[in-house]
């Protein structure tokens, strides 16, 4: 499973994005999903990995910076 992926992911290859307008996160279902939802995803995979948010999220900002070259 997709949790299962993540937990051994590298921090390095970790990219974070929504399948938006579908697949809203939950305890959001049924609504339709946008990227204002992005740090729900984000949340849950900080629990995933073992790490707090904002380690998380600076890495995958490092991540996205190196990816897309900014």
Request: aromatic share 8%.
């Amino acid at each position: 499973p997709l949790r299962d992926a993540l937990a051994v992911a590298p921090m390095e290859l970790v990219l974070v994005e929504t399948d938006a307008p579908f697949l809203t996160p939950a305890p959001y279902r049924g609504r339709p999903n946008a990227s204002y939802l992005i740090p729900v995803t984000l949340r849950a995979m900080a629990e995933v990995k073992g790490v707090d948010e904002d380690t998380l999220a600076t890495a995958i900002y490092d991540n996205t910076a190196r990816a897309f070259d900014f």
